[in-house]
């Protein structure tokens, strides 16, 4: 069965001339039916008035998680609550969750959406999925779970936990598809070689991992370690949850954004200005069907670029980068910025170490400090004290040549860093304490 396809190709003149549509609905909608809009827009002194073309959206206000918050809980809703069939929420390490409603035609749209991921990823009803992303009120375990079953492949719903036995119910039902982070799937590796299950004794094809950044070179060590395809999938509880974005497994190379559901945009974090297309900057989503939390302009804080060149795999919907890191996790130290992702880059890139590392950043004497400690392989902990060293040192210097910051550079013993079910805790930050 294939998904979409007509919504999937359509060309770029209807697909815009259709967002165009869904986008005037909204505007009414939102106008007459959330508060918190209204009173915006009235602020602003704007009516909803129709567009006449889609880049006219960069008059209209954006929307935060703080104004999300700030409506905490069902505030943001454009329906009655009883219209709400199911209400996820993502925790959030400070204040109040955030709270997403659903109505039953997000819901079934969002299985259709995350459909026509698996597809993208080339899965069939012929697939097993194996749905190790958390089920509750985080969206990866339901959003792939409903995905799955709209296809009418065979879901697992495992969900996050008991890892050794995973492995074990992978092996024996035989699953084909693995849906977790990133780093939980390096966890399911790691724990299949201890109990001494063999990778190739496992049936997996294909990997759909998301839910937190990760770099090409740690997609190219989960490929070879499962021998699988390794997939990209991008979302967010606000704008729906996983299904948002999702990489085609034809080119592998960047992310579709469903843009018949999704309108997105480039901004300077900065200027809040629309940057042109193709350059690099904070993607924005504008919702153009939800129903009972509509959002207009929501600033994901997720940085990326747009691209327009028309895939291989003949899907018109314009591709998002790898997402490389949020703004709010970009690190400052001494002045230079950041991204966890390109410190990821340079380990994986270096002979011996394992892909689990945390930064630790402090601050002493009124100087930012950064610690990175990553784990080595086996062979190389048992391997003179001076060996270490010198990768230590080796390391520090990429980094000080690559990124302009000073690093610490710590080798921690095999296992020495806690492994995840979920997101991976990568950044300590004691400055914020
Ligand atoms: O993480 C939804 C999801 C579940 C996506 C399963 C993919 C798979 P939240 O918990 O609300 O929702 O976190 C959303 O996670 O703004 C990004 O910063 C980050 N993120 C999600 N997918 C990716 C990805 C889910 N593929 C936040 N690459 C987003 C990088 C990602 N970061």
């Known amino acids: 069965m294939v998904f979409d396809v007509q919504k999937e190709t359509l060309p770029r003149d209807e697909l815009e001339t259709l967002q165009l549509k869904r986008l005037n609905y909204l505007l009414h909608k939102i106008y007459h039916n959330v508060p918190f809009y209204h009173q915006k827009f009235k602020e602003l002194g704007i009516e909803p008035d129709r567009l006449q073309a889609i880049s ?3 008059h209209l206000p954006f929307t935060e998680k703080q104004d999300l918050r700030n409506n905490y809980p069902f505030g943001m809703f454009a329906v009655p609550r009883e219209s709400v069939v199911r209400i996820h929420a993502s925790s959030g390490t400070t204040g109040k969750a955030t709270v997403v409603g659903y109505t039953q035609r997000d819901v079934e749209i969002w299985a259709g959406l995350m459909a026509r991921s698996f597809e993208a990823a080339g899965a069939t009803r012929a697939d097993i999925v194996h749905n190790a992303y958390g089920y509750g009120l985080f969206t990866g375990g339901l959003g792939a779970h409903y995905g799955a079953e709209a296809l009418g492949a065979t879901i697992l719903p495992v969900s996050g936990g ?9 092996r024996d039902f035989g699953s084909t598809i693995l849906c977790c982070t990133p780093s939980y ?3 399911l590796y790691e724990t299949a070689l201890a109990a001494g299950i063999s990778i190739s004794d496992l049936k997996l094809r294909v990997g759909i991992f998301g839910a937190e950044p990760w770099t090409e070179e740690m997609r190219q060590d989960i490929q070879n370690k499962f021998g699988i395809k390794a997939l990209d999938i991008y979302g967010l509880s606000e704008i729906m949850g996983p299904g948002v974005a999702m990489e085609c497994i034809a080119a592998q190379e960047g992310l579709h954004i469903w843009e018949d559901h999704f309108l997105p945009e480039i901004i300077d974090p900065e200027s809040e200005e629309p940057l042109a297309l193709g350059e690099k900057g904070e993607l924005v989503i504008t919702t153009l069907t939800k129903e009972a939390q ?3 302009r929501y600033r994901t804080r997720d940085i990326t670029r747009l691209n327009p060149i028309p895939c291989r795999c003949g899907r018109t919907h314009y591709r998002i980068e790898r997402i490389t890191g949020r703004s709010d996790d970009m690190l400052i130290i001494r002045g230079v910025n950041v991204f966890p992702s390109q410190i990821e880059s340079i380990l994986l890139e270096t002979e ?3 892909p689990h590392y945390q930064l630790v950043i402090d601050r002493e004497g009124g100087m930012d400090t950064l610690e990175v400690r990553v784990e080595v392989h086996e062979s190389m902990f048992s391997d003179e004290i001076k060996h270490l060293q010198r990768l230590e040192k080796k390391i520090q210097n990429h980094i000080k040549e690559f ?4 690093a610490k550079v710590t080798m921690v013993e095999p296992m020495g860093i806690a492994r995840s079910e979920g997101k991976a805790q990568r950044i300590i930050d004691h400055r914020k304490q």
Not at 162 to 170: E, I, N, P, S
Not at 403 to 406: D, F, K, N, P
């Open 56 to 58: 006219d959206i960069k």
């Open 162 to 170: 008991a890892t050794k036995r995973q492995v074990m119910l992978m």
């Open 185 to 187: 799937s390096l966890h």
């Open 294 to 296: 509509p959002l207009l």
């Open 352 to 354: 011996g170490l394992s």
């Open 403 to 406: 990124l302009g910051v000073t």
